[in-house]
């Protein structure tokens, strides 16, 4: 839990990815969890151990694993400082604008981060009129008062300066709550399933990836370098079994164990991978659900697409209200997420 919290108290948006994978990289060098380790010119970073087979072991093919979880999260650049120091921004990600009102966010600056309040311009309830309180503004609309002059701000700030939400993490009864779980979740997932490895005879190459937020973009080249035979991509998905939704579009079920995706709206994941994972679940007593989601991506569509093509199949852990400061996922799903990838990889 220690390494989770870390993961989702570090800010890192898509391009501005230093941060995050300096704390993975650090914490896997440290813990000797791969032979070697690389970032590629995009900044994806490339975790690479080889098969480690048992004495008796039948000496076939090394089959090449691909893991993939994307380390941005969803964000802001700084897009304008107005002659009064608020700034304005551009989203990196997708935003639901009703979950931005009244906001603390940080504004990352290489001198330092800065503590700033973000709200969509327009009146407060007092002076509003009844159509004002209808209006949902659109993302850039929002504002992010520093409590600085507009000098001040200047010698701060630079336009294109990263802007996260902030928001703590939490354990709320049997669940984590936090900013980003979505996809700290699965970059957490990958490096748990590598510490729990004992004997494996496939090499695997974890990617940490950069850009998945903005459409996918870094988990391609680092799929075309590795040239793998066999992908996972390990993310987070929707949870929907909450009020006010029909049951039939939960897509998952919170304490049901990782979800199998079936298929998202950017891929359809490998149908024998889907029962491989579930005959292992069977067989080792690991909670897993099978998941399609209607919309929505993530990297495995551009791995299972590089080169001549890859089986993929993507992992995904249940979040409830997913790309809020308040992501909440239930702690079975978490430990079924590393445990059934650590088993799958044991058997290849
Ligand atoms: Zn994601």
Not at 216 to 219: C, D, F, H, I, Q
């Given at each position: 839990m220690k390494l989770l919290q870390t993961l989702t108290q570090t800010p890192s948006v898509p391009g501005r990815e230093d941060r995050i994978r300096k704390v993975i990289q650090d914490y896997v060098v440290e813990k000797q969890l791969f032979d070697e380790v690389s970032v590629d010119a995009m900044g994806s970073l490339i975790g690479i151990r080889r098969a480690r087979r048992k004495p008796d072991a039948a000496a076939s093919k090394t089959v090449r694993v691909m893991l993939a979880a994307h380390m941005d999260q969803i964000g802001f650049l700084v897009r304008h400082i107005d002659e009064h120091g608020y700034l304005r921004i551009n989203p990196v990600g997708g935003f639901d604008?009703?979950?931005?009102?009244a906001r603390k966010v940080r504004v990352c600056t290489s001198s330092g981060d800065l503590p700033g309040i973000m709200n969509a311009s327009g009146k407060p309830?007092?002076?509003?009129s009844e159509l004002d309180k209808k209006k949902i503004p659109e993302v850039t609309e929002f504002f992010i008062d520093l409590g600085l002059t507009a000098e001040q701000v200047r010698s701060k700030v630079l336009i294109g300066d990263m802007v996260v939400l902030d928001g703590p993490f939490e354990i709320v009864g049997d669940s984590v709550v936090s900013q980003?779980?979505?996809?700290r979740l699965g970059c957490w997932a990958q490096i748990r399933a590598i510490e729990n490895?004992?004997?494996?005879?496939c090499d695997i190459y974890a990617v940490w990836t950069v850009q998945e937020e903005v459409g996918?973009?870094?988990?391609q080249p680092a799929a075309f370098g590795i040239e793998p035979d066999v992908a996972v991509a390990c993310d987070t998905t929707l949870c929907c079994k909450t009020p006010g939704i029909p049951e039939e579009d939960r897509v998952s079920v919170a304490g049901d164990g990782v979800c199998l995706h079936v298929m998202d709206g950017s891929m359809i994941s490998d149908i024998g991978l889907v029962e491989d994972f579930e005959k292992i679940a069977r067989a080792r007593n690991i909670k897993c659900q099978r998941a399609v989601l209607p919309r929505g991506g993530q990297d495995g569509a551009v791995i299972q697409r590089s080169r001549s093509g890859v089986r993929t199949i993507a992992l995904a852990c249940p979040v409830k209200?997913?790309?809020?400061?308040?992501e909440m996922s239930h702690k079975d799903d978490l430990e079924s997420y590393h445990t059934l990838l650590s088993a799958w990889l044991e058997t290849l």
């Open positions: 604008a009703r979950n931005l009102f309830i007092h002076i509003a980003c779980l979505d996809n490895l004992t004997s494996h005879n996918l973009r870094g988990a209200y997913i790309h809020t400061v308040t």
